[in-house]
């Protein structure tokens, strides 16, 4: 695809939204009748999604009012103030996926003086991250992914706070986010983009990954909070040394690593390595192939082709691999580049605990601001470029001029600690679910906390 075809897709998708609301839809059951969510939106990089989520959100509340379900819990008048708050956690991702391991450590050390955690699991993939989540709440709730049971099971739990980690990945999360299941419900950035939804009350994110009035790019209330990073387990490094052969590298080369899902690559960024492998003749563009059989990859190599057909055989694709291997990729690069239209989250702070620096090239949304937040939570800003060009030469310096990478890993290595385990990043978000639900409670607006 290019940028001409996603303004003429999303252009198309605006007008059918407009055309079917006119047209009294029926959906029984939009989790199996539709079955997908606007996920894709979001890596189209064209402007604020926020008005056609906002748009569709309405499409699909007409079309299924029992959608936008009230708990009877939330209907009540008698606010009265409570010892401990019941919170929900509600994600298909509970496990060992970015979902899984940004939430662990949140859902482990919530204060359990002052909040009791439910989660609610729909069915899915489990593993050994999955259970030690589960051994972590104080009570676990199967969901059957059906809507109205799935409704019905979480209102029984009568909560004060539903916690959405992210929102847009999973069709049962996000039309089961439409119904007022609690009275506090709040979503973050595990999808990093706003879901449209009228019973969606706050987005969290942070003051060191949104730019001044990103306030207009969410339906919810953003509420911007001091730390970026989660509660985040430190992986450790892996035990082996790899070298370019395990990996099937040609030896003498240098790796551009760029260890992003392939559909993040938007046509824009193609201008940017194209020139990159042009001025490095040595370069070597490495990607991780896809687990869709070759699909996007496919896509990818035929639009590289288009894009810079010169140096397109300088883009090598390497399987999907174990974690402690990825990492020792990671650890082998010359440069690891970040995606400007949609950076990385969970694999930089993979990265950076391996002190392994990062490109970055923040832009005006939050989805491309993530690595940037990172930086900044470190007090670094040195790989953060501001252009193409600067873009480009800080790629370039980081994988040939062995001092500089030096500086910036020793740099990373001794500023990583501020991102990981952070008690003080779960005490904020205590604060700002007992400000919410105090909000709620006494019928005022919240402001932005200052904590």
Request: proline content about 3%.
């Given at each position: 695809y290019s940028?001409?075809?996603i303004q003429a897709r999303r252009g198309t998708l605006a007008k059918a939204v407009k055309g079917l609301l006119d047209q009294n839809l029926t959906i029984a059951n939009p989790v199996?009748?539709?079955g997908t969510t606007n996920f894709y939106l979001a890596y189209h990089d064209q402007k604020?999604?926020?008005g056609l989520m906002e748009d569709i959100a309405k499409l699909y509340i007409a079309a299924c009012p029992k959608l936008t379900y009230e708990a009877k819990h939330c209907r009540s008048k008698q606010r009265?103030?409570?010892g401990i708050l019941r919170i929900g956690f509600l994600s298909s991702y509970f496990w060992n996926h970015t979902i899984g391991k940004l939430t662990r450590g949140i859902i482990q050390h919530l204060s359990r003086d002052r909040f009791e955690v439910i989660l609610f699991r729909p069915v899915g993939?489990?593993?050994?991250?999955?259970?030690i989540i589960d051994h972590t709440a104080d009570k676990v709730v199967s969901l059957c992914g059906k809507l109205e049971k799935d409704q019905e099971q979480i209102e029984a739990e009568k909560l004060d706070i539903l916690f959405y980690p992210e929102i847009g990945m999973s069709p049962l999360t996000y039309f089961l986010a439409f119904a007022r299941l609690a009275p506090v419900q709040v979503t973050t950035w595990g999808h990093p983009d706003t879901s449209g939804i009228p019973n969606m009350d706050y987005f969290l994110s942070s003051d060191l990954a949104e730019i001044a009035g990103a306030s207009k790019h969410y339906s919810e209330q953003l509420i911007t909070l001091k730390y970026w990073a989660p509660y985040y387990f430190r992986p450790d490094p892996p035990k082996n040394k790899y070298t370019p052969s395990d990996y099937g590298l040609p030896h003498g080369a240098r790796f551009y690593v760029c260890p992003q899902t392939l559909f993040k690559f938007h046509p824009a960024f193609d201008d940017i390595l194209g020139e990159l492998l042009r001025r490095d003749p040595k370069g070597r563009l490495i990607l991780i192939d896809d687990n869709k059989e070759g699909n996007w990859r496919k896509l990818l190599v035929e639009r590289f082709f288009r894009s810079f057909p010169d140096v397109a055989e300088n883009v090598i694709f390497v399987p999907r691999m174990p974690l402690k291997k990825y990492l020792g990729l990671l650890i082998l690069a010359d440069a690891v580049l970040d995606i400007p239209t949609f950076s990385g989250g969970n694999s930089s702070l993979e990265a950076f605990a391996m002190g392994?620096?990062?490109v970055t090239w923040p832009q005006d949304f939050v989805r491309g601001r993530l690595t940037t937040g990172l930086y900044k939570q470190m007090g670094l800003s040195d790989l953060i470029a501001t252009d193409v060009n600067s873009y480009l030469r800080l790629a370039l310096k980081l994988a040939q001029d062995a001092d500089f990478k030096r500086r910036?890993?020793?740099d990373i290595k001794a500023n990583a600690h501020k991102l990981y385990e952070r008690f003080e990043a779960v005490e904020e978000m205590e604060t700002f679910f007992l400000s919410a639900y105090k909000a709620?409670?006494?019928?005022?607006?919240?402001?932005?906390p200052t904590i």
């Open positions: 940028k001409g075809d199996s009748e539709v604020n999604n926020r009265s103030g409570k993939k489990q593993d050994h991250i999955s259970k392994v620096p990062i910036m890993q020793d709620w409670q006494t019928g005022t607006v919240l402001t932005n």
